[in-house]
């Protein structure tokens, strides 16, 4: 069964500093795996997606994630936070294969404060 | 512009009524899908579908219906609204399931309260 965990619900961190926010995924199969940030009141907006090739993304707003297969992890990454970036971020996996095409399995998501 | 609109924004029912939250999008995506979001809950896939005519039940499909006649449109039922269908509703959209490396576009969500 495809799932997502992002094992940290709230991540904090200083303005300038480097900021990561986990995610592992299970999957039967190469997976699509993207990152959304949702801010306040706001629909979720895509930042971000691994389908194949370099390990490391780079997407929207500075941000990058690392695609790890042996540890079936795609973490969020951004070397200096900024305090707009205070948001909730969520990891989702897409089904590429089987009889939920297209389906996007979501984490639990993570709050990322920045503070000052 | 261009993107998916939901509508209402806000809606506050009654136990046992009915209503409609309407999806449009204007992209001539084939892939529509409704989730519901629930804190330290994520977000849970309803409804969904893959072209007009063809939909399907995703995870918490109880309590909602759906059809898709149009394209463009993907409108979600609640039949008889209960307190645990509180929650904040989000439509999305993709360009098409066979192109699964595309991301979806969400709506910016109804938000939901039964009494």
């Known amino acids: 069964a495809q799932s997502v965990a992002q094992p940290e619900d709230q991540v904090n961190v200083a303005e300038g500093n480097p900021l990561t926010v986990k995610c592992t995924y299970s999957v039967s199969g190469n997976p699509y795996l993207f990152w959304y940030v949702q801010y306040p009141n706001r629909g979720l907006q895509f930042l971000l997606k691994?389908?194949?090739?370099?390990?490391l993304v780079k997407g929207s707003y500075g941000f990058e994630a690392e695609f790890n297969k042996s540890q079936t992890s795609f973490h969020l990454k951004k070397p200096s936070a900024l305090v707009s970036d205070s948001a909730l971020y969520f990891c989702a996996v897409r089904d590429p294969r089987g009889s939920t095409l297209g389906r996007l399995y979501f984490g639990r998501g993570t709050q990322l404060t920045v503070w000052p | 512009n261009a993107g998916v609109t939901q509508t209402p924004k806000f809606q506050v029912l009654k136990t046992g009524q009915s209503m409609t939250l309407q999806c449009a999008q204007d992209?001539?995506?084939?892939?529509m899908s409704w989730y519901r979001q629930d804190p330290g809950m994520g977000l849970r896939l309803i409804h969904y579908s893959v072209g007009a005519g063809i939909t399907d039940q995703g995870e918490v499909p109880n309590g909602y219906n759906v059809s898709r006649s149009t394209t463009e449109d993907f409108p979600l039922r609640l039949l008889s609204a209960a307190p645990s269908q509180t929650s904040v509703y989000f439509c999305?959209?993709?360009?098409?399931?066979?192109?699964?490396?595309?991301?979806?576009?969400f709506g910016s969500g109804t938000r939901l309260t039964v009494v």
């Open positions: 992209m001539n995506h084939e892939y």
């Open positions: 691994y389908i194949t090739g370099d390990n």
């Open positions: 999305a959209s993709s360009p098409s399931f066979t192109g699964q490396g595309t991301a979806c576009t």
